[in-house]
T-cell receptor
Framework: GDSVTQMEGPVTLSEEAFLTINCTYT??????LFWYVQYPGEGLQLLLK?????DKGSNKGFEATYRKETTSFHLEKGSVQVSDSAVYFC????????FGPGTRLSVLP | EAGVVQSPRYKIIEKKQPVAFWCNPI?????LYWYLQNLGQGPELLIR????????DSQLPKDRFSAERLKGVDSTLKIQPAELGDSAVYLC????????????FGQGTRLTVV
C-alpha cells in the first residue's frame, strides 16, 4: 500500500532560519500530495497541496514541489517564525489519505 | 462556515466499558473519515464513508469497533469493550468528495482507557 516517510524530529531552529522537512512517498499511480500542520491544542489544518508532477504548492511562506522522479515533496520556508512551531505531516491521497509520522518543529526567538 | 465538530473532546473510561464518539461534518461534504492518531504518530485511517456507505473499513477492528453514518450526515464511532491500547486521539474529517480534495479535520476526541 501507499506509504509516507518524513525526516525525524524534533527540529529546532532559531527565528529567521531556513527550514526544510524532507518527505518521500511510495504510491501506485499519481497521488495528490499534501502538507498538513497541527498547532498545539488544535486539529490538523491543510497547509498546502499539489495535484500533479512539478506543481508547487505554497501558503504562508511555505513551499513544496511535487517531484515525481524522486517521489518527494519536501517542505521549505525561507525564514521561520516562532509562530511556525507545530507538528507537520506529509500526506498522499491515492484512494485514501496516508500520513507520515509527523515532524515536530520548534522555533526559538 | 462551521468546521467539523467532534464530541466529546476528552473521555476517560475504565477498560471493558463502552464508549462512543460523535462527528458532525461540514455541510454538503459527502465523504467522511475516521482516523486514529497515537501519540507521536500520524493519523491512520479507520473507516471512510461516501454518503451513508462505508466504502473502506479494512482497517477497522470489527470485533470491538463499529461505526455508522445515518442519512449520510453525522457519524458515530463506537468501541465496545474498550481496551487499554485504545487510548489515542480519534479524528473525524470530511471532504466535498473523495478524489484528491482537501480533508477538513475536527479537533479530535482524546480517549484515555484506565
Amino acid at each position: 500500500g501507499d506509504s509516507v516517510t518524513q525526516m525525524e524530529g524534533p527540529v529546532t531552529l532559531s527565528e529567521e532560519a531556513f527550514l526544510t522537512i524532507n518527505c518521500t512517498y511510495t504510491a501506485t499511480g499519481y497521488p495528490s500530495l499534501f502538507w498538513y500542520v497541527q498547532y498545539p491544542g488544535e486539529g490538523l489544518q491543510l497547509l498546502l497541496k499539489a495535484t500533479k508532477a512539478d506543481d508547487k504548492g505554497s501558503n504562508k511562506g511555505f513551499e513544496a514541489t511535487y517531484r515525481k522522479e524522486t517521489t518527494s515533496f519536501h517542505l521549505e520556508k525561507g525564514s521561520v517564525q516562532v509562530s511556525d512551531s507545530a507538528v507537520y505531516f506529509c500526506a498522499t491521497y491515492g484512494q485514501n489519505f496516508v500520513f507520515g509520522p509527523g515532524t515536530r518543529l520548534s522555533v526559538l526567538p | 462556515e462551521a468546521g467539523v465538530v467532534q464530541s466529546p473532546r476528552y473521555k476517560i473510561i475504565e477498560k471493558k466499558q463502552p464508549v462512543a464518539f460523535w462527528c458532525n461534518p461540514i455541510s454538503g461534504h459527502n465523504t467522511l473519515y475516521w482516523y486514529l492518531q497515537n501519540l507521536g504518530q500520524g493519523p491512520e485511517l479507520l473507516i471512510r464513508y461516501e454518503n451513508e456507505e462505508a466504502v473502506d473499513d479494512s482497517q477497522l477492528p470489527k470485533d470491538r469497533f463499529s461505526a455508522e453514518r445515518l442519512k449520510g450526515v453525522d457519524s458515530t464511532l463506537k468501541i465496545q469493550p474498550a481496551e487499554l491500547g485504545d487510548s489515542a486521539v480519534y479524528l473525524c474529517a470530511s471532504s466535498l468528495r473523495s478524489m484528491n480534495t482537501e480533508a477538513f479535520f475536527g479537533q479530535g476526541t482524546r480517549l484515555t482507557v484506565v
